[in-house]
């Protein structure tokens, strides 16, 4: 083969894995940034061992708000009826509650002894 030819033959694929590389994709759409875009309001959920920081949590129904667990330790949270489910991997979400009522919610990840006492209560309003 022709110099020539080899060297237009990898400046092709040079360019090509440029291309490739910069036309990626766009990771930020499910990053956390976004999410918060979603919602004006934010509730922070703390999570230590065998407790949540407040017995009991409030929103407002049809109002979009981004639910956060910040945890020390390995715990999780779940509220089937309204779609929510936080653990270390999802650590927020934005859920849209339509119905006014009070949900409990425990920690979802065995955490220790006091695991079965980790409960609080989210009442949509």
């Known amino acids: ?11 092709f694929f040079i360019i090509m894995i440029v291309l490739l590389v910069a036309c990626g994709g766009n ?6 940034a976004s ?13 230590t061992n065998y407790k949540f920081d407040q017995p009991e949590y409030r929103i407002k129904a049809g109002e979009p708000v981004r639910i956060v ?10 509220v089937k ?4 489910s936080l653990d270390p991997n999802t650590k927020e979400q934005v859920i849209t ?8 919610f425990q920690c979802t990840i065995m955490c220790g002894p006091g695991h079965r006492d980790m409960k609080a209560v989210l009442i949509v309003e």
């Open 97 to 104: 509650p339509e119905k006014p009522g009070t949900y409990e």
């Open 27 to 32: 990771k930020e759409q499910n990053s956390p």
């Open 69 to 78: 667990l910040d945890s020390s330790g390995n715990h999780g949270l779940a």
């Open 35 to 47: 999410a918060s875009a979603a919602a004006d309001t934010e509730l922070v959920i703390q999570a």
């Open 81 to 84: 009826e309204l779609g929510l």
């Open 1 to 11: 083969m022709k110099r020539s030819s080899l060297w237009t033959l990898s400046s």
